[in-house]
């Protein structure tokens, strides 16, 4: 049996990076520990709105998804999808991008890599297609819901072949900062935020590592489970 509903594979920095620090300080969680932890005060934004703004990105933890969340098919287990995740890991070596920047995605705003971004991309699709035995398919329903969005050819075949539309060529890294906001509250978080996160603009984005997190169901925050290095 599965001690999770659902499990996902993240870039998620360690707590004690400069990245690391500001993601759980401004979601008011250690993703490593699950501990509550004081949230940011950033100048112009109120507390309460911070809070009202980050609920999705509370509950996934503050990560850039690879392999987007999935349940465990019958037959296959935890501690199985542990050793094939590490044997796939110490087969791939570690990602080099450009610096990361705010943007607006849509109606959200992530931190986003720049140029190059290739790599991550493979990295990425390697975990969603070597992994995918793991996968328990999605139903009809749980797919429909994924449409109704409204999708591209593309991204309906993802769906149907990875349970994911935004996996492969659709994929596009981001580490998550806010829920989807109206036009003056993301100009208005932008604003505030740009600033705040400058410093950790500067230098390459490295993903030296992937991690496991766990589902617990129940709209209860994601748990992380398990760092696995790059390359051994």
């Not at 507390?47 to 980050?54: H, K, R, Y």
């Not at 503050?62 to 019958?74: C, E, V």
């Not at 796939?88 to 080099?96: D, F, K, M, N």
């Not at 705003?109 to 493979?122: D, F, M, R």
Request: proline share 6%; with cysteine; glycine share 10%.
């Amino acid at each position: 049996m599965s001690d999770y509903q659902r499990y996902a594979l993240y870039y998620a920095p360690s707590s004690q990076s400069a990245l690391g620090r500001f993601g759980d300080a401004w979601l008011g969680r250690d993703a490593e520990t699950g501990n509550d932890i004081a949230r940011l005060a950033i100048e112009g934004l109120d507390g309460g709105e911070i809070v009202a703004a980050t609920t999705s990105p509370v509950r996934y933890g503050f990560h850039g998804t690879l392999k987007p969340p999935f349940a465990l098919k019958d037959g296959q287990t935890r501690s199985g999808l542990e050793v094939a995740i590490n044997d796939l890991a110490v087969r791939l070596t570690p990602v080099r991008c450009g610096p990361l920047t705010l943007k607006a995605i849509g109606r959200f705003l992530a931190l986003v890599p720049t140029e190059p971004v290739g790599e991550l991309g493979k990295l990425a699709a390697s975990l969603v297609r070597v992994l995918d035995d793991f996968r328990e398919p999605e139903d009809e329903a749980a797919m429909n819901k994924r449409r109704a969005v409204g999708l591209t050819d593309r991204q309906e075949a993802c769906l149907v072949q990875w349970g994911y539309p935004y996996v492969m060529e659709e994929f596009r890294f981001h580490l998550t900062l806010t829920n989807k906001l109206d036009a003056e509250q993301a100009q208005r978080f932008e604003t505030a935020l740009r600033p705040v996160v400058a410093p950790l603009c500067q230098d390459p984005f490295i993903v030296s590592d992937i991690c496991l997190f766990g589902d617990p169901g129940d709209g209860k925050p994601f748990r992380f489970l398990k760092r696995f290095s790059l390359g051994g």
